[in-house]
């Protein structure tokens, strides 16, 4: 399947029997795909960003746990994250993640659930107990995502300070 080629009408049934999804690491090739889901929710051009996510994550040496949801050679999400440790005074191992983005034709079809259970997968693996994330108050969309897979508001406070 090409990139131009629209999701086929079954790909609910795909993505939730999951037996053509693939859930895979991440590859260089994978940053075009990326970077358009990314602006389709934000609206921004964070290639960049991602690409230095991306470059981190296909690191031999790190915790980061970075997954793609490709159904043939199309890139229907992504989510990168990392096992942090000692993070914040915190010495347990927590998983946290920094970006997702699942492609709005593919939204709402199980694709999201999928990374996220895949991520969680290797988290566990990775020794992680948690799994946390930063939201924007705008982030809606996210927000009920991950409030339909348990996610609830953390005790931490978040404090921040201009810098001039």
Not at 30 to 52: C, K, N
Not at 83 to 109: F, S
């Amino acid at each position: 399947m090409s990139m131009a080629e629209p999701i086929p009408p079954d790909l609910e049934e795909l993505c939730l029997e999951a037996p053509e999804l693939l859930l895979r690491a991440p590859r260089e090739s994978d940053l075009d795909a990326m970077a358009r889901i990314d602006a389709e929710w934000s609206g921004v051009d964070r290639r960049e960003y991602l690409r230095a996510r991306l470059g981190r994550a296909l690191r031999p040496d790190g915790v980061t746990l970075a997954r793609v949801a490709a159904l043939g050679d199309r890139v229907l999400g992504f989510l990168v994250g990392e096992v942090t440790r000692g993070e914040y005074g915190r010495v347990e191992p927590v998983a946290w993640i920094d970006t997702v983005g699942v492609g709005r034709d593919a939204a709402r079809k199980g694709v999201g659930r999928a990374l996220l259970d895949d991520f969680l997968r290797h988290a566990r693996a990775a020794g992680a107990t948690r799994v946390r994330t930063l939201l924007d108050p705008e982030q809606e969309a996210l927000a009920e995502f991950l409030d339909a897979q348990g996610f609830r508001m953390a005790p931490t406070r978040v404090v921040e300070r201009a810098l001039r």
